[in-house]
């Protein structure tokens, strides 16, 4: 079965800091990943997504996300965090029709 | 541009009654989902549809009823509350299988 695993509940961060959530894959077949993120009292909006192809995947708001077959790794990046990326964010594998199973989702905390 | 529309946004359910999510999106996407969020977990799949008159269990479907009688909408149903079910429950769409899915605002549920 398909899978992910988020480290860390919760990540704490500088304004201007390294943004780094971790998420890693379990998936007998290609996976298709994605990261999306919640705000407070909202749904769910894509952030980014991996099909096939380059490895290194670009998303908005300046995130980005390396694919790593060998690490079986897709964790999310920003060079310099800003507070209006204080969030949830959810690292997801498509099981098939876009049927998609989440990690536990990682907490994102900016301080100023 | 609505999107994906859910209602109500909130309610409180006493134990046994039962009521209906409702799902409609303007999109003239095929495939439509229902997930459930509870506090420290990712979102579960409860049903899907792949198109109007086809629908699926998804990974949580116990307690659940969907029915999919035209592309826009996919109501979901539950028949006797119980507090378990107390949950944040997000419709989301997607054109396709290759195309990632969109998610409603969500509706708070709370079961007493």
């Known amino acids: 079965a398909q899978s992910v695993t988020q480290l860390g509940s919760h990540v704490s961060v500088s304004e201007g800091a390294l943004v780094l959530l971790r998420c890693n894959y379990s998936s007998s077949v290609p996976p298709y990943l994605f990261w999306y993120v919640q705000y407070p009292n909202q749904g769910l909006q894509l952030l980014l997504k991996?099909?096939?192809?380059?490895?290194l995947v670009k998303g908005i708001n300046g995130f980005e996300a390396e694919f790593k077959k060998s690490e079986t790794s897709f964790h999310l990046t920003k060079p310099s965090a800003h507070m209006s990326d204080a969030a949830e964010y959810f690292c997801a594998v498509d099981t098939g029709f876009q049927k998609l199973v989440f990690g536990t989702g990682t907490r994102l905390l900016v301080s100023p | 541009n609505a999107g994906v529309t859910q209602t109500p946004k909130f309610r409180i359910l006493k134990i046994g009654q039962s009521m209906t999510l409702q799902c409609t999106q303007d999109?003239?996407?095929?495939?439509m989902y229902w997930y459930r969020q509870d506090p420290g977990m990712g979102l579960k799949l409860i049903y899907y549809?792949?198109?109007?008159?086809?629908?699926d269990k998804g990974e949580v479907p116990n307690g659940y009823n969907v029915s999919r009688s035209t592309t826009e909408d996919f109501p979901l149903r539950l028949e006797l509350a119980a507090p378990s079910q107390t949950s944040v429950y997000f419709c989301?769409?997607?054109?396709?299988?290759?195309?990632?899915?969109?998610f409603g605002q969500g509706t708070r549920l709370t079961v007493v």
């Open positions: 999109m003239n996407h095929n495939y």
């Open positions: 991996y099909t096939t192809g380059a490895t």
């Open positions: 549809s792949v198109g109007a008159g086809i629908t």
């Open positions: 989301a769409s997607s054109y396709s299988a290759l195309v990632e899915a969109f």
